[in-house]
């Protein structure tokens, strides 16, 4: 009995760490059929926008809300994900190098030296940082309607 007891107990607390050890933003998603980030810019080469599931390893978050995150590309270039109607936040720190899956539309698209700076001030650049930025960029924007982020 003591051996059941204990089985059971071990499983409890594994369940309840596995869930601790991903949490979930946004829209309820899962990480099934999700895209690795280098297999999403081949499938872009071909269409203006895709809605899918994405997973890649967290760059950096907006340290002023969460309002948007990076992800490291396969190049290193990174991809800005924004999140549909500004409708959830992830943490402003301490998510750099975790996993994230995030489903959504992806598309490429052309971003404003007026909003690159929004985000370089966004991110804690320093002034002199925020100025050397003069040209626009070309990249993929990811907006989601649901983040995973696992630890």
Not at 2 to 20: E, P, W
Not at 65 to 87: A, L, N, Q, S
Not at 104 to 117: C, D, F, I, N, P
Request: charged content about 30%.
């Amino acid at each position: 009995m003591k051996n059941l007891l204990f089985l059971f107990m071990l499983v409890s607390v594994s369940a309840f760490a596995q869930d601790d050890a991903v949490k979930s933003y946004g829209e309820k998603i899962s990480d099934e059929n999700a895209l690795d980030v280098s297999v999403l810019v081949e499938k872009l080469a071909d269409v203006d926008s895709l809605e899918c599931t994405v997973t890649g390893k967290i760059s950096s978050t907006c340290t002023k809300k969460g309002c948007w995150m990076t992800i490291i590309m396969p190049e290193g270039d990174e991809m800005r994900v924004t999140f549909k109607d500004y409708g959830f936040f992830v943490p402003v720190s301490g998510q750099e190098g975790k996993t994230a899956v995030m489903r959504g539309k992806a598309q490429v698209s052309t971003t404003s030296v007026k909003m690159l700076r929004h985000f370089a001030e966004d991110a804690g650049k320093s002034e002199e940082e925020i100025l050397k930025i003069t040209e626009p960029i070309t990249d993929i924007a990811f907006e989601a309607d649901g983040v995973l982020i696992k630890d």
